[in-house]
């Protein structure tokens, strides 16, 4: 007998290793995972934890903060840059780009004034009348005067999907702007310089008045440049259509009758130059 | 689950009150949104696991929006947050993943 044990003991060869497997917790159920629905339902229903008051008010608080985070956030990615495709992007750079082309065609034109005064011979008198020209056109960019030319009517009737937003609006101003409109109408309401649109309970709000559905916005410029400014493939015209299913019809005119007038603005701050 | 209740709440509370998010808290609310989604998942999946413990769940809900926020903190401190919210959002991302494949196996046992 001895014999054989030590013969045993002497043994070099290597047999598989025995599993050794961590005892399994013995749980009310024999599995101890969920594997159907009854299994499920009856553990939703006498799962300690689960169970009480202030354990679910606390579960219930958590599950609505990030719900409302959610939510809050989702308004926030809806309304900034982030959100813009890069073609939409794009479309911005070039804005910007045909704005600073626009600055300095206006620097251009302002350096020859200069020179003109500087040159003519009559001083005093080629003051004057560059001061009544620029006068003049400053009276419409402020919109203190009415003002007629050839240009477009846009009607964009409100959304069938969700109500038309004031960025989206804003956008319809800034194209126009871009594509080289002088003078702009939303309503009743002359767009200058400080014009704003805003989101309210009631309805979009420019300037204090309350604008309603359809939005006509009227415009002076090259009419077939403003027109394609809407309805370029691709750009707000289409936005408005796909986004918020609102029609957009433009027509162009030959003549545009612009006869609202901006508040008179006082200046706190600013001074004119002597 | 009461938390299921709970988002169900909070999304229609969310689309009736309007609220405007301070601009510090606008870039770490996304990652907390994230990290929240990743805690629930989890918690999913432990409920099925049968070893959900609430006190666990609100721990780990708790320090993981913690965490991530830290790390977007320090990430603008030192001027790598976008990165850094990138790799957040990623192994969040991969863990809710895993998370979910879990849960369907145990919804469809495959």
Do not use: C
């Not at chain 1, 007998?1 to 013969?7: D, G, I, P």
């Amino acid at each position: 007998m001895a014999e054989e044990n030590e013969k045993e003991a002497d043994s070099t060869q290597t047999g598989v290793f025995p599993v050794v497997e961590k005892p399994r917790k013995l749980s009310r159920a024999a599995s101890s995972t969920i594997s159907s629905w009854s299994e499920f339902l009856r553990e939703l229903r006498h799962n300690r934890h689960t169970r009480g008051l202030v354990s679910s008010l606390i579960l219930i608080a958590l599950g609505a903060g990030v719900g409302y985070a959610f939510m809050a956030q989702q308004r926030i990615t809806n309304t900034s840059y982030d959100a813009l495709s890069e073609s939409e992007l794009v479309t911005l750079l070039d804005e910007t780009n045909n704005q600073i082309t626009r600055l300095e065609t206006q620097r251009t034109q302002l350096s020859q004034q200069l020179d003109s005064i500087q040159t003519a011979n009559n001083k005093q008198q080629e003051i004057e009348r560059i001061a009544q020209e620029n006068k003049d056109a400053n009276d419409i960019l402020s919109g203190s005067t009415a003002a007629y030319g050839p240009g477009i009517q846009v009607t964009i009737s409100q959304g069938t999907k969700k109500d038309v937003s004031a960025a989206s609006l804003f956008t319809v101003i800034e194209e126009l702007r871009n594509a080289g409109a002088e003078v702009i109408q939303i309503g009743d309401v002359r767009v200058v310089t400080s014009t704003y649109v805003t989101d309210t309970k009631t309805g979009l709000v420019s300037d204090g008045v309350l604008l309603e559905a359809p939005y006509v916005i009227k415009a002076i410029g090259d009419k077939t440049a403003l027109q394609n400014a809407i309805d370029i493939s691709g750009g707000v015209g289409s936005s408005l259509r796909v986004n918020y299913g609102s029609t957009v019809t433009v027509v162009q005119k030959s003549k545009v009758d612009i006869t609202a007038l901006a508040h008179s603005f006082e200046y706190k701050y600013a001074q004119t130059v002597e | 689950m009461a938390a299921v209740l709970g988002i169900i709440v909070g999304v229609v509370v969310g689309i009736f009150v309007h609220t405007d998010v301070p601009v510090w808290l606008q870039p770490y609310l996304p990652i907390m949104v994230v990290a929240a989604l990743d805690a629930l998942l989890g918690a999913g999946r432990s409920f099925f696991e049968r070893n959900f413990s609430d006190r666990v769940f609100v721990i780990s809900f708790l320090s993981n929006v913690l965490t991530a926020v830290l790390l977007v903190y320090i990430g603008s401190l030192l001027g790598v947050s976008s990165q850094l919210t990138t790799a957040v959002i990623v192994v969040l991302g991969i863990r809710i993943f895993s998370n979910v494949s879990a849960i369907r196996r145990f919804i469809f046992s495959a």
